[in-house]
């Protein structure tokens, strides 16, 4: 069965430092993979995917994120935070969206 | 603006009780979602729907009834049979067939006195 690992619970970084958030997937098969973020009180909004092609992809709000199937890692990446950044992100792993799987969150903090 | 209304944003319900929440899209997509989301455990699928009048339970579907007579509606009955209902509950659609993206709706905080 697929499954999705956030390591880490809560991250705090500095306005205008980097920011890595880990994810890391078990599925048998090639996966299709996401990451979203949700505001507090609010739905999830996409940020990226990933189904094949070239494994660094874009998305929006300046993020980032890098396929390492070596790995089975699908790490989420911003050279600069911004204050608007702080909310909740989470990794979604799913071939069919019958069978998404969600990671538990990772809850950023950005320090002034 | 083409989406997802969730509604109510906010519901109490007393125990016994069954509550019902709704969600609504005019995206024209096919299939439907249910999750439920509890602090520090992700979301877990409730209930979904590919197409009308039909359903398929998710990983915790007890406590919980759908129905889908239209396709641009999908509402959750949260029963008394339901022992922990304080959540936080949001709905999704689907475009089918085409990729596999969720577009979720604002969500719903049920919580029980």
């Known amino acids: 069965a697929q499954s999705v690992t956030q390591p880490d619970i809560h991250i705090t970084v500095s306005e205008g430092a980097s920011l890595e958030l880990r994810c890391n997937y078990s599925?048998?098969?090639?996966?299709?993979l996401f990451w979203y973020v949700q505001s507090p009180g609010q739905g999830l909004q996409l940020l990226l995917k990933y189904f094949s092609g070239d494994t660094l992809v874009q998305g929006i709000k300046g993020f980032e994120a890098e396929f390492k199937r070596s790995q089975s890692s699908f790490n989420l990446r911003k050279p600069s935070v911004h204050w608007s950044d702080a909310a909740e992100y989470f990794c979604?792993?799913?071939?069919?969206?019958?069978?998404?799987?969600f990671g538990a969150g990772t809850r950023l903090t950005v320090k002034p | 603006d083409g989406g997802i209304t969730q509604s109510p944003k906010y519901l109490f319900r007393k125990e016994g009780q069954n509550v019902t929440l709704s969600c609504e899209q005019n995206?024209?997509?096919?299939?439907m979602y249910w999750y439920r989301q509890d602090p520090g455990q992700g979301l877990r699928l409730i209930y979904y729907s590919q197409i009308v009048n039909d359903f398929q339970k998710g990983d915790i579907a007890e406590g919980y009834s759908v129905s889908r007579e239209k396709k641009e509606s999908f509402p959750l009955t949260v029963t008394s049979a339901q022992k922990n209902p304080t959540a936080f509950y949001l709905c999704?659609?689907?475009?089918?067939?085409?990729?596999?993206?969720?577009?979720f709706g604002a969500g719903s905080r049920l919580t029980v006195l």
């Open positions: 979604a792993v799913g071939a069919t969206n019958n069978d998404m799987r």
């Open positions: 599925y048998g098969a090639t996966p299709y």
């Open positions: 999704a659609s689907r475009d089918t067939p085409g990729a596999n993206v969720l577009t």
């Open positions: 995206l024209n997509h096919d299939a």
